[in-house]
């Protein structure tokens, strides 16, 4: 007998819908799902918690909690980044096992745990907090194909999982590459070295060869497999839950599900997914083999059509690809998966946008130092050179990247308490969606966030600004759709026209921000900027869509070429805007915090 994984309340809609599915579209089929007795069930982790708080307003804690009132029977479970938690970057010991602590409080019987580089150092914490508080461990390794992940590399590393007190483990396939035989060479490796846990594969269906890739796996003694039901499944989702159900019926591998309810649960599905048409991407649903090659997963491959559709560099993406797989050589063969995807990912994107290495992310610069782990192999000194200067030897840290962490919990609960009199903390979760996400969490907290749209409002019409880039896809020749002349108040009625998108990198989001061309005035803590003129000589301008994290000059001030005048956000990752030339500030036309498209003037320097 085989027991299988549903993820269509997390990864499914994370691969195709791109995290959207809100809580109220879950709800009425939960006690359905609950009943077909499924291994576990995923709800929540990956970009959940992230989109919940920044696209949809919607507590992610609430999700949880509501989710396990709906399905007492089947243990609901999450993934988790090690010392990432839910984000892109280490957090101390307090804050991870505090964050463990209130997902089992809430309703998570068991954590999917995984390290993007397979480094077993940042895993330790969060596995021993999930055991003390009672919950089962699943522990992941994270699969890439490279000259250093062999067989025996997976095999060495479960039984160490094994030892570290794991209660299951899992080959965790996030873009969909592995072989009917290397699933097979290392489960039955894994099996016949000792490690007899219960065996869990997860992969995507993105290489259209999953489906033998699971026949192989559970002739070589896979216990679990991870599918998702049909309706948001297939391309960079997982095999489809009913077809595999269907598949094993008579064999020895028979899961004894009722595929009658299972079917259902499809017509649920069917009605969900036609309502969140305007997030169909025909290149998420497509086989792809040459994802052998990129190794980009599903999440990140889904999304990254929605990032680049913004940044108007949409006829980039076969180039981002092949980028992709040049930088993730350079860089030691990091496997592809939330936050080393978005570290490799973003640098290909900064590459082919503006040359290779010009434009270098604080993030390629941590990893590099080593502040996200040890690399699975070595990184090429040319690149360490380029990436963090000729002293490259001297930054880089060999210890757990934590051990370097302050203690965070007490301090941001004091800090969260100062704001507004303390208002903002209704519950302790509170203080742990402000220590996640600082901007959007307290956004969020404040009761600033906007939805983008709620389940009334799907699906929406053709002619909504939402459904362009669908429509588009279809029409690739329509260069001026029939929306892009009408005036506001008919594109889409009363809902907010949004100026954030996302995009995720195995589900774990950019963030691309949009603002209308022309001049305009920017409201900010210090009141408004200039009016922003297209032009100017000595002009500085912005690169790529984000968010001004930080304006590190002020008028008047004599710089350098190559001063760092600015800090941006972009694509969840910081970038620094350097002075081009020599000479003194005249005007600012950027603020913190406010959003600045590709080519916006940021100042003018002479």
Not at 15 to 22: N, Q
Not at 447 to 474: C, W, Y
């Amino acid at each position: 007998m085989v027991q299988l994984h549903e993820m269509i309340l997390r990864d499914g809609h994370q691969s195709l819908l791109a995290t959207r599915m809100r809580t109220e579209d879950m709800l009425p089929i939960a006690e359905k799902l609950d009943e077909i007795g499924f291994f576990s069930l995923e709800v929540w982790g990956g970009a959940t918690y992230d989109v919940c708080i920044r696209y949809l307003n919607q507590d992610p804690w609430e999700r949880l909690n509501k989710l396990k009132k709906a399905m007492p029977n089947t243990p609901l479970q999450m993934l988790e980044r090690a010392m990432n938690i839910v984000a892109y970057w280490n957090f101390p010991d307090d804050v991870v096992k505090k964050f463990i602590y209130m997902a089992k409080k809430n309703g998570c019987d068991y954590f999917r745990i995984f390290d993007a580089l397979n480094d077993l150092r940042n895993m330790k914490v969060p596995m021993q907090a999930a055991k003390e508080n009672g919950a089962h461990v699943q522990a992941c390794l994270s699969y890439t194909i490279s000259p250093i992940h062999t067989v025996d590399y997976f095999v060495d590393k479960f039984i160490e999982l094994k030892k570290m007190g794991a209660d299951s483990v899992c080959i965790k396939d996030m873009a969909g590459m592995i072989s009917p035989k290397r699933a097979y060479d290392i489960i039955k490796g894994t099996k016949e070295a000792g490690v007899n846990l219960p065996m869990d594969l997860h992969s995507h269906y993105t290489s259209g060869m999953t489906g033998m890739a699971y026949q192989r796996a559970v002739e070589a003694g896979a216990d679990i497999l991870d599918t998702s039901m049909s309706p948001i499944s297939g391309g960079t989702a997982a095999p489809a839950t009913e077809s595999v159900v269907a598949a094993f019926q008579g064999t020895e591998w028979d899961t004894k599900y009722d595929l009658e309810l299972l079917i259902e649960c499809r017509t649920y599905f069917l009605k969900v997914w036609e309502k969140y048409r305007h997030l169909h991407r025909f290149d998420a649903l497509k086989v792809d083999p040459s994802v052998t090659l990129h190794q980009i997963p599903g999440g990140m491959l889904s999304n990254l059509i929605f990032q680049l559709e913004e940044q108007g560099a949409r006829d980039k993406y076969r180039q981002i690809l092949d980028e992709t797989a040049r930088v993730r050589e350079e860089l030691g063969f990091p496997p592809l998966v939330t936050p080393t995807s978005q570290v490799v990912g973003v640098q290909a994107v900064m590459n082919v946008l503006h040359g290779r290495y010009k434009v270098i992310p604080k993030e390629t610069k941590d990893y590099c130092r080593g502040m996200y782990g040890k690399p699975p192999a070595e990184i090429k000194p040319e690149i360490m050179k380029k990436v963090l200067g000729p002293t490259w030897k001297e930054e880089v840290i060999d210890c757990r990247p934590s051990d370097l962490l302050e203690p965070l919990w007490d301090k941001k609960k004091k800090e969260l308490k100062e704001i507004d009199g303390g208002s903002l903390i209704k519950k302790e979760e509170d203080i742990m969606t402000y220590i996640l996400y600082p901007q959007v969490g307290l956004k969020f907290l404040k009761g600033q966030a906007i939805a983008e749209f709620t389940s009334d409002n799907l699906p929406l019409p053709i002619d909504h600004v939402f459904t362009r880039a669908m429509v588009k896809q279809s029409f690739p020749e329509v260069k001026q759709l029939w929306l892009e002349t009408q005036p506001p108040e008919k594109r889409g009625g009363p809902v907010q026209i949004p100026t954030e998108f996302q995009v995720e990198v195995d589900g774990e989001p950019y963030e691309v921000k949009v603002i209308p061309s022309g001049g305009y005035l920017v409201a900010g803590a210090g009141g408004t900027t200039p009016e922003k003129p297209k032009d100017i000589e000595g002009g500085i301008k912005s690169n790529m869509q984000g968010t001004i994290l930080k304006v590190k000059v002020k008028k008047g001030d004599k710089v350098k070429k190559g001063d760092v005048i600015a800090t941006i956000e972009a694509m969840k990752m910081e970038q620094e805007i350097k002075c081009e030339t020599e000479g003194e500030v005249k005007e600012i036309f950027c603020k913190e915090g406010a959003p600045v498209s590709s080519g916006d003037l940021l100042m003018q320097i002479l």
